[in-house]
């Protein structure tokens, strides 16, 4: 069992208020990333960080921005909610060495933006 | 730029047969990693196998199998015995070795349904 956690799992939230999703892992993992996932569709990369204070933007473009003090902790804040922010975000962590690890996945949150 | 293709929007399969989901990707890098993930309706993903492009071998987990053709550039999973709790989206992934990041990309995905 992977040992990472988003919260909240579900969230419905008016347009324009902030909010910030919560990710944290107990592996030690150096990396870490956000995917965006609309029902049913691809993973799409948004954030990584290959750790502490190092984050870049991933391959698909997003309002959204992140953040990594902590090794454990990688928050992803989306300073005015959009309905066109309506997605799930899906947090994950691998290890730095080894190709062969596979990311682990927090179960996710899905995000509803009225 | 790194690709991965899944054709099959949608299969059905009957509980205790086999069934294969096609995965083919796109690298011009000669050292990656293929992962096949398990989604269900719950939302989490589940890393069910991995493979190397330097595996001589193809990989094996229990009832999963990976049907690894490098010249074709192929990654299908082969699933034996499916259970009902094998319904499901698959997401084929791909690894490539040389940039820091070591991001995963995704393939559309193929929703598996498995029938009594």
């Known amino acids: 069992e992977a040992d990472i956690y988003q919260t909240p799992r579900y969230l419905v939230i008016g347009t324009g208020k902030k909010i910030t999703l919560e990710c944290s892992q107990t592996?030690?993992?150096?990396?870490m990333y956000w995917y965006q996932q609309d029902p049913g569709m691809e993973l799409h990369l948004i954030h990584y960080s290959y750790g502490v204070n190092s984050t870049e933007k991933g391959d698909l473009s997003s309002e959204s921005t992140v953040s990594r003090i902590r090794t454990e902790h990688f928050p992803l804040t989306l300073e005015s909610a959009r309905p066109s922010h309506t997605s799930q975000y899906l947090c994950?962590?691998?290890?730095?060495?080894?190709?062969?690890?596979?990311?682990?996945f927090g179960q996710g949150t899905r995000l509803t933006v009225v | 730029a790194q690709k991965i293709t899944q054709t099959q929007p949608g299969m059905f399969v009957q509980e205790k047969e086999a069934v294969t989901l096609d995965c083919t990707y796109d690298t011009s890098d000669p050292s990656y990693g293929l992962f096949w993930y398990k989604q269900p309706s719950s939302g989490e993903m589940i890393f069910l196998i991995y493979?190397?492009?330097?595996?001589?071998q193809n990989a094996t987990e229990g009832r999963y199998s990976l049907n690894f053709q490098k010249a074709r550039k192929s990654a299908n999973l082969v699933i034996s015995a499916s259970q009902l709790g094998d319904s499901a989206m698959y997401f084929c992934?791909?690894?490539?070795?040389?940039?820091?990041?070591?991001?995963?990309?995704f393939g559309s995905g193929t929703r598996l349904q498995v029938q009594p």
């Open positions: 992934a791909m690894r490539v070795m040389d940039t820091g990041r070591r991001a995963l990309t």
């Open positions: 592996m030690g993992h150096d990396k």
């Open positions: 994950a962590s691998s290890r730095s060495l080894g190709g062969n690890t596979e990311a682990f």
């Open positions: 493979q190397g492009s330097y595996d001589q």
